[in-house]
């Protein structure tokens, strides 16, 4: 790529160069095929920007087959282990704010309950951050399974003290502690993957059933994957574009570009394949302790 393949799209979100999820080891021919094109391309390195799934796939090209690899951490779901954060994530958190802002309004002018989805499989970061933000009655994460019960009770003490509308923001990977309530079959996806996007749905029902509250749904979905980077995340991109070219001119590869106490360093690429970082538990705790119900 040349300085005139990348100008103006600084502001811009999604992925310029057109790739798609799908990893070379899953087929007999992948790697081969991969190498065959970095050799045909006469590439130096390859910069490989992603998640935990892109990052995993690009340590073991390196560290199996030698490929010059070099990660960069990029994903909203800011579960990527070896990092304090990636880019994209703040973006979603700030998308997901802006909507739990709005949807106060609906909630205290109707008095419902209003149950938001947002996303994040493994790992409750955008709910927990974008939670804090936008002052929710409660917040679920994948890392703590929740109680209905327990989750219905918050909505009613707070109702009790006379505040009729509630914002209670769920990550699409919330689960039920063991038999406290039946979440629909999931199917699975092309990679593998459960679908999600139903746990919303699924709660919202029985704390209406629980404390007779209005409740209404709303998913996020792909609105926290769209549109225009905020600043944070375009000066983290820059900087971790910056000593991603500094590693590959150094030949550091097998190396991921990490901030680190605000500042950016590198660390093995292999400590983030096959992890995820979950959320500060004790942050959750707190914050639930204090300012759930
Ligand atoms: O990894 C990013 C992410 O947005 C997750 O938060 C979410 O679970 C997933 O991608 C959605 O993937 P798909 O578009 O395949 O449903």
């Known amino acids: 790529m040349k300085t005139s393949d990348v100008r103006g799209i600084l502001p811009r979100g999604g992925t310029i160069l057109g790739t798609r999820r799908g990893s070379p080891f899953d087929t007999t021919d992948g790697v081969a095929k991969c190498k065959q094109t970095f050799n045909d391309l006469g590439l130096d390195a390859l910069i490989v920007i992603g998640g935990n799934g892109s990052l995993t796939v690009a340590s073991m090209l ?67 951050q974008a939670g804090i933000a936008g002052g929710a009655t409660a917040i679920v994460v994948p890392e703590v399974p929740f109680d209905i019960d327990e989750l219905s009770q918050i909505v009613r003490k707070r109702h009790d003290r006379g505040r009729y509308a509630s914002v209670v923001v769920v990550a699409e990977g919330a689960k039920p502690k063991p038999k406290t309530l039946k979440i629909p079959e999931r199917t699975l996806d092309a990679y593998g993957h459960e679908k999600l996007g139903d746990i919303a749905h699924a709660i919202a029902p029985e704390i209406t059933a629980r404390t007779g509250f209005e409740t209404r749904v709303v998913q996020l979905g792909y609105i926290q994957r769209g549109g225009t980077p905020t600043s944070y995340d375009r000066v983290l991109s820059t900087r971790f574009g ?52």
Do not use: C, Y
């Open 62 to 128: 390196h560290k199996q087959h030698g490929l010059p690899i070099i990660g960069v951490p990029k994903t909203i779901d800011n579960d990527v282990v070896g990092t304090d954060s990636t880019f994209g994530f703040q973006t979603a958190v700030q998308i997901a704010t802006d909507a739990i802002d709005r949807l106060h309004t609906t909630a205290e002018s109707h008095d419902r309950v209003m149950v938001v989805e947002v996303m994040g499989r493994d790992a409750g970061w955008i709910a927990l």
């Open 242 to 293: 910056l000593a991603a070219v500094d590693v590959a001119h150094n030949k550091k590869f097998g190396q991921m570009v990490a901030l680190k106490a605000g500042q950016i360093e590198t660390v093995d690429m292999s400590v983030t394949a096959n992890q995820t970082r979950t959320i500060d538990l004790k942050l959750f705790a707190d914050v639930s302790a204090t300012f759930f119900g």
